[in-house]
Every structure is written in C-alpha cells, then in structure tokens.
C-alpha cells in the first residue's frame, strides 16, 4: 500500500478481510433456516450446499489464482504474467468450446482436463513463439494478447454458429461462483495444496529461476526441466479454476504484486502472502456482488466484477511496479534490407491489391456453386460487395498506418494497434448503447463505439503523459484499458441474451452490416488520418534511433508522439468499428512491408497501407464465401492469414533486440 | 376421448391449411426472424428463404420447412448477396433486426412485425402480427381462423391441466448444472402459463434482460413451486445435476414434478405458444397422480 497512508500493510488486508468476513456473516444470517417443513429443510441446504462452499470456492480459487500467478511471474520473471494475460484462460475457453460442440462425451468426462489441455497448449504456444527471445516479458505479454484475440475470437465464431447450444460457455465466461455443493471447493482445496507443495519442493530452484538463466545454470540446477515443472502446475492449477468456476480474471496478476507491495520481499514470505491475498480479494469481491444482488439474480457475474474492480486497480498499480525488465523496448530498430526500387515495388503492391479487389466484387458463390457475377446481376453484388470491400480494405489500410507508427514509436516489433486498447474501448461503447436498448439503430451503435474508444484514448493520454508516452506507459495504459474493457464486455456477453450475440458478432468482427454511408465514413476517416502521417515522416525515420538521438536531431520527442499515438489510436478505433478489435493486420502488415524491403517510413507507411488493405479484402472475401452461406467473421480469416506468418516470425528469432 | 379431441383440435390448428407456395398471392417473402417463419408455415405460407435452418430444424422444429426453403445464414447476419439472387418480394424482420432495415430494403421492401417488445407480454402481439401476415397474403380468413384455434386449444388445454396442475410453476432453461434462465410473465412461456390459468412462480422479469444467469437456489424460494426445463440440456448438465443435492432435495424433483419438455423456440410466435402449451401438458397432464 502506499507509503502516506498510515495503515500498515497488514492492518489493511485484515481489515479488508474483516469487511469480507461481516458480509459473508450477513448472508448466513439472511440464509439461516427460519421456517419449518420442506421450507425449512431447503433453507437449510442453500446455507450447507450453498452459502458456505461458495465462501470456501471464492477463498479457494482467489488462494489458487494467487498462488499460479505468483509462479508463473517468477519463472518468466515477468510481472504481468497470469493466467489471462498469458492466454491460457481464453485457450481454456476455446478447448471447452469446441470440445462442448464436438466431443460433447470429452465435456461430460472431465471438464477440468479438457480445459487444462487448452490452457497448456496456449502457453506451450506462446512460450514457444517467445523462446528465442529469451522470454522476455514485453514479448511474452504480447504474444499472449495475440493469442488470446485468436482464441477469443474462435471461441465467438463457435457459439454464433452454434447458438443456444451454448449458454453455459456464457456462463462459464463470466465466472460465476453460485454453488450447490461442495464438489468444486474440494477440488480447487486439492489444486491449491498440491501448488503448495511443489512451491515448497521447488523453493531453492524458484530461487534461482528469479537470477536469469545465465546465473542459474552456473549455479547448477536443471533450470529448464524446474522451469516447466513449475509452469505446468500453475497452468493446471490455473485451469482448474477455470473448469470449476469460469474465468476470474485479475486476481492472479494483483495478488502477487500487492504481496510485494506490502513489503512481502523474500520468496517464502510471498509463498504465504499472494495466495492469502488473492482469497482476500475474491472473497470481498464475491461478497460484493451477492449483497448488491437483486431480486432477480446478481447483477454482474463474480468474474466479471474482479476485473470491474481489478482495472482501476490495476492502473493505479502498474507504475509501482518496479521490477519491469524493458530490455527490448530501449534498443534501436534492425535495419532491414532496402529495396532497389522501391517505387516498383509500391506500385505491385498497388496492382496486387486491385486484383484481390476485383476478384472479391466479381467472383462469389450463389444457389448454384461458384459464379463470375455478370450483366444487371453484377451491377447488383457490386452495390452490396462494394461498400463491404471497401469498408473492409479501408479497415485495414488505417491497421496497416497504425501498425507502422506504434511499431516505430515503441520501436518493438511485436507491438500493434491492439496495445493501444481503443479497439476493446470502441466494443465497450457498443456494449453500453446495446445495454441501452437491444434495437438501437446502426448510427446509435457507431456513436457509441466512437464515444467508447475517445474514452479509452483520453484514458491511455493522461496515463501516459506523466512519462512522456513512452513505450512502457504505452504498454501499461493499454494493458490496463484492454482489461477493463473485456470485463465490461465478459459481463454483458455473460448474460447470454440477444446483445451478447451483437457483441458477440463485433468482437469476432463482421462487415456484414456495412453499407455505403458507412464506407464513405470509413473512407472519409482514412483520408482525414492517413495523410498527416505521411507528413510526418521524418519524425518515423528518427524514431527508432532512440529518444536521445531523435532529441539531439531536433524533434521534439514528447509532442510528436503525443500527436503520432493519437494519430493511431484514431485510425484503430475507427478500423475496429467495421472488422472488431483484432488487429493481425496491424502487426502483420507493416512487417512485410519492411521484409520487402520498404525501409523509410513514408515507404513503409505506404506498403503498409497496401497490404493492410489487400489482406484485409482477401479476409472478408473468405469469409463470406468459406461457409456460404453462413457469414464468419472477418477477424477469424485474417488471425488465420496473419497467424501462421506471426509464428515463422517469431520462431526465426529475427529482429531481436536489446 | 380426451385424445381424439386434443388432436382435432391440432388438426385445426395447423394442418388445416394445406401448403401453398407464397407466389400464389404473388409474393415470395424472405424471413429474419424465426417467429414469423413458423407463422408463415403454419399458415401454409412457405418463404422463398430463411435464417439458420439448421439450427430451426433442432431448436424450434415445427413447422418443419420444406427442403427448398433456401438457408441465407445468421440471423444477426443474413446473407445479403444470395438474397439478392433470390429476389424476394418482401421481407420479414422484428424488432431484433430493424438495425438491418437499411441493408434489406435495398432487396425488397421490409415489414417489421413486432412480437417482442420490452416488458409487454407476447402473446397478443403474436396474434396481432398472425393476422399482419395473414393480410399481407391474401389469407385473411386463414389466420383468423389459426389465431381463433390456437386461443381455443390453449383454454381447452388450460382447463385440463387446471384440474391437475395445483402448483405454481418455474418455466426455466439450464445453462450448466448450476445456474438457469427463468421465463417471466414478459416471455411467451410465461404469457402462455398465464393464459392457461397457471401461476408462474418466477415473478420477476425475463432474465433474458439485464441481470447474470440465475443460481438454481432461487428455485428453492417457492419450494412447493413444478419446474418445467425447456430442452435442449447439455448432457453434461443432465449427468451433474442428479448429483446435486440442492436439485435433488427440491421438493418438485423427489415428487416428479420437474419435467423437461422438448426444444422450443424461446423467441416464437404462436406456433412455439400451442406448441409449449402441448408439451406442458404432455409432462403435467397426469400430474394429479403424482401429487
């Protein structure tokens, strides 16, 4: 806790437990069996199978939560690493997902596994696309964004095709610790023990996983075979609450670091501190949510509150936060091979894209298989793939710009729009004007969309200001804004009703609804945005040098990032708006353009564009015509289009800095 | 007795009218929303093309469409080219996909027919766009005649079950094996509950509107209250619940009174109405033997 408040660390946490404590005494007084008869007994059952697990589940998983987050932040020696921002709950989601539409007989034997086997496979995943730089945290925290966008965004391809099927996967997603029986508690009671006892087995090999690895081999010490053991535990300690009560987010990241906070310094004393804090929080939280409980439910599911609460938390958190290793975020940009002409190369792109275009207006499926559209019919399609298109290719030519600046400002490579966090703010916003009324017209919606991305960007401005929008308060404010703004939209998708499938819909992205005026507003903002940018070139090309040199040459730095971040964050919120809050595009785009060897930024801005645009038509043409005649989301295509090439990205281990 | 009547009843109700192709009034219509499609087709009324048919087979699944009914996708986003290749002369939407109009009417003109709206109980609305759809077809007489049917048969069944069925009754779906969707009296299933002289023990609102999922301890605040599930239950929910004491101890589950019925449209018009009302009976009917 902060230094100026007066209360010792522990004074507060008893206090906070207290509070728990008084509201957990209040509903087993409300709950207490009264009546006589059937009436009686039935009380009675709400208060033994009921009230009072769920008190133990809420301590049980906020203890284990705390517990995996703190192994996993000291293995990856990274204080952001938790079950949510490394993927795994979303892999979870994904496994349960497809395993409930699929393998219904893999759900009905063990829902836990199937949720670990997802869990493992996403962090498998994102480690191994992190191995060759060295873990390194931004890295890391990165990777898992992106597959977490991936997952999330299957996952809500899978329940808009399925539909009602899957009510219980909204459930599940909101985190809901309503319970009728003891089962769950005893199985997170067993999770948490054996986490314990392999932290107490792996104490000295912990210890030295938090040297870095050249220190801890030399000390001797299987480091890699203790370093997955311990990641393996966490992840099914993680999966297990998971399975048991849906996702609680939050509760992993803060505990650890609040433990340190309160002046817990050796490991041992946080071993004991992170878990006891984390069953502080939730056990709050949850007491939370059932005394503000209406008569026709709880208003929020548990899960979703966590973050609710956890956000501003988290801001208030993260610049306390002293034990960020940055190492990749100082070093300069790798100069990439320059192209001969590129001129040239600028107009084959241009030609390139043109071809997809043509191809999408042209060539479709109808009743009767595949068509090249023709005559009156085609001038027909063309009124409907026309807008779509270019509403579709407009999205991502403004990723592709955005990826550029945020890619050169933050001088990492991994980095796209989606740090910025306005693409969640813009679903947020949607979220609220739907909450409003479920029939609220199109322009109500984008209005709404825009209000919620300004917001999230005024936020990420004034987090940002106090250091100059340097890379790590990027990185922060965006974090905190993502977080927020998935809760925000986890509680609404949670109630499972006609506004959870719109979300749904969005946050998958789709370019179905899209119609003229709303490409020409697409348009219009692409014109408006994009060409400042290219005027401010020159402060891209000094960018990457660094913040000193990039000062000694004239720049001045603080508003020119100021002026490009804002920039950006327009150009995402406006893209998100038509094809959702995943971003590939962003991040894939401006890195073939420089693989092409597109070096200068104006180039690069140019390329960018391009192929931003290319890829993002190819998208939708695939997926209006991979399922025809059933729509997917755009999203979907282009993780699928910009996947595979993110993980020969990042497996060659090029472009590594620092 | 009982039966031969019950079925004559449903005879009138919807086989009456034989199919006949929508174009013999001159319109071939496309439909959004489901409720209006089982309308059409209880009216003989087969549309040139509708949402998600797959699923309507499974979830809603009578009337069953005819095979060339052409599937245009996700109600929340139909197929706007193939329905530009079908032409149709009208379309169908209500009130959940009027942010669709602009897209739509540039293929045909759309109607919106509203059966939901907040609050309201829906069963009147039903019947009102029963009739709208009627009129739009020629087939005035027709839905006058289904709509009068379907009141006729819902009192008819609600005087059969009003001599057996003594308890208030929780209209519910399960999510998982803990938490359930309850249908208020701003739901069809709680409209027709109460058309049926049934008290519904869910007092409160849908909670399909703005609150989290229900925990099953609710059901236990109205003990003596029948549960009806509405179908389909995840297996994995069919399997857990039986271990669930709360379930187990309520007093509806130990005296069989907790049915589940088939799949039902929980958005439907008149057709998913009779067709709840039929399912209730067939799970409650013989309820004044058990208890």
């Known amino acids: ?658 | 007795m009982l039966l031969a009547r019950r079925s004559l009843l449903a005879a009138t109700a919807l086989a009456v009218f034989a199919p006949r192709r929508a174009r013999a009034a001159g319109k071939r219509v496309a439909v959004i929303d489901w409720g209006h499609l089982e309308t059409c087709l209880a009216l003989g009324v087969v549309p040139v093309a509708a949402t998600e048919l797959r699923q309507y087979r499974e979830i809603a699944v009578e009337p069953a469409p005819p095979p060339d009914v052409a599937d245009i996708g996700l109600r929340g986003s139909p197929n706007i080219e193939l329905l530009r290749m079908i032409a149709p002369d009208a379309i169908l939407i209500s009130d959940f996909y009027e942010y669709q109009r602009p897209l739509l009417e540039r293929i045909a003109p759309t109607v919106n027919l509203p059966v939901y709206q907040p609050g309201k109980p829906p069963y009147a609305l039903a019947e009102r766009s029963t009739r709208a759809i009627g009129g739009m077809f020629g087939l005035k007489a027709e839905a006058e005649a289904f709509v009068a049917a379907a009141g006729a048969e819902i009192e008819a069944i609600g005087q059969r079950l009003g001599q057996v069925a003594r308890h208030p009754i929780f209209i519910v779906s399960l999510g998982d094996s803990r938490h359930f969707r309850a249908f208020g009296a701003d739901s069809m299933f709680g409209d027709v509950i109460a058309r049926l002289g049934l008290e519904n023990a869910w007092t409160d609102r849908t909670s399909y509107s703005a609150a989290a999922p229900v925990g099953l301890e609710a059901l236990a605040r109205v003990p003596e209250a029948s549960v009806a599930v509405i179908g389909p239950t995840p297996p994995e929910v069919r399997r857990t619940l039986a271990e669930n004491a709360l379930w187990s101890a309520l007093p509806a589950v130990e005296q069989g009174r907790a049915q589940e019925l088939a799949p039902i449209n929980h958005f439907g018009a008149l057709p998913s109405a009779l067709r709840f009302a039929r399912e209730l009976e067939r799970a409650f009917g013989g309820e004044g033997r058990a208890g």
């Not at chain 1, 008893?14 to 009686?40: C, D, M, N, Y």
């Not at chain 1, 964004?145 to 599940?172: C, D, P, Q, R, V």
């Not at chain 1, 609804?513 to 400042?532: F, I, N, Q, T």
Request: charged share 10%.
């Open chain 1, 1 to 658: 806790m902060p230094a100026n408040m007066r209360l010792s660390p522990l004074a507060f946490w008893a206090l906070a437990a207290a509070a728990a404590a008084v509201l957990f005494a209040r509903a087993v007084i409300t709950g207490w069996p009264s009546a006589g008869g059937v009436e009686g007994r039935l009380q009675e059952i709400v208060l033994t199978h009921g009230t009072l697990p769920r008190a133990a589940t809420a301590m049980l998983a906020g203890a284990t939560l705390g517990l995996s987050g703190l192994l996993l932040q000291r293995v990856l020696r990274n204080p952001l690493a938790e079950p949510s921002t490394l993927g795994v709950s979303a892999g979870a989601q994904l496994a349960m997902a497809a395993a409930t539409i699929h393998a219904p007989a893999l759900m009905a034997f063990s829902v836990g596994l199937v949720a670990f086997a997802g869990g493992l496979f996403t962090v498998a995943l994102v480690l191994a696309l992190t191995w060759k730089r060295g873990l390194e945290p931004v890295s890391v925290v990165l990777a898992g964004m992106m597959t977490a966008l991936t997952a999330n965004a299957a996952s809500a391809a899978l329940i808009l095709a399925n539909g009602e099927y899957l009510f219980s996967l909204f459930i599940w997603g909101g985190g809901s610790l309503t319970q009728q029986s003891w089962g769950p508690a005893l199985s997170l009671a067993v999770a948490l023990a054996v986490g314990l006892a392999a932290s107490a087995l792996l104490l000295r090999p912990l210890a030295l996983l938090s040297l870095g690895d050249a220190a801890a081999r030399s000390l001797g010490g299987a480091v890699s075979l203790s370093r997955f053991l311990v990641i393996g535990v966490a992840v099914w300690m993680a999966t297990t609450v998971a399975a048991q009560v849906g996702i609680i987010g939050f509760v992993g990241l803060a505990a650890p670091a609040l433990a340190a906070l309160s002046g817990a310094r050796s490991l041992k004393q946080r071993l004991v501190l992170a878990p006891v804090i984390g069953a502080i929080l939730l056990w709050l939280t949850d007491g939370l949510v059932q005394f503000f409980a209406g008569p026709g439910g709880e208003r929020v599911p548990t899960g979703a509150a966590t973050a609710l609460l956890g956000g501003p938390l988290l801001i208030w958190l993260l610049p306390r936060l002293k034990l960020f290793e940055w190492p990749s975020l100082a070093g300069g940009a790798a100069q990439a091979r320059r192209a001969a002409r590129p001129l040239v190369l600028l107009a084959l792109l241009a030609a390139l894209a043109c071809i997809v275009f043509a191809v999408a207006i042209v060539a479709g499926r109808g009743p009767d298989g595949w068509t090249l559209a023709s005559g009156q019919l085609l001038a027909d399609l063309a009124d409907l793939r026309i807008p779509r298109l270019v509403a579709a290719a407009g999205a991502g030519a403004m990723l592709g710009v955005a990826g550029v600046v945020i890619q050169r400002i933050t001088g990492n490579p991994l980095a796209g729009p989606e740090i910025l966090g306005v693409g969640m703010g813009a679903g947020a916003g949607l979220a609220a004007v739907l909450l409003a009324s479920a029939t609220a017209g199109l322009g109500w919606q984008m209005g709404g969309s825009a209000l919620g991305a300004l917001a999230v960007l005024l936020l990420i401005l004034a987090l940002g200001a106090r250091g100059g929008l340097g890379p790590e308060r990027l990185l922060f404010a965006g974090i905190a804004a993502n977080a927020l703004c998935s809760a925000v939209l986890t509680a609404i998708i949670a109630l499972g009703n006609q506004q959870s499938y719109m979300l749904l819909q969005w946050l998958s992205g789709s370019t179905g609804r899209v119609g003229a005026s709303e490409a020409l507003a697409g348009l219009v903002g692409l014109c408006l945005l994009a060409p400042p940018l290219f005027l401010a070139a020159r402060w891209l090309d000094l960018f990457p040098l660094g913040p000193a040199a990039a000062r000694s040459l004239g720049l001045a730095v603080g508003r020119a990032r100021f002026l490009l971040v804002a920039c950006a964050a327009l150009l995402t919120a406006l893209a998100a708006l038509f094809v959702g809050p995943l971003s590939f595009i962003g991040l894939i785009a401006p890195h073939l353009a420089r693989l092409l060897g597109l070096g200068r930024a104006w180039q690069q801005l140019l390329g960018g564009l391009l192929i931003g645009a290319a890829l993002m038509a190819l998208s939708d043409w695939l997926a209006r015509m991979a399922a025809f005649p059933y729509q997917l989301p755009i999203g979907l295509f282009a993780a699928l289009l910009g996947g595979p090439y993110l993980i020969y990205l990042l497996a060659k281990g090029a472009e590594r800095h620092g």
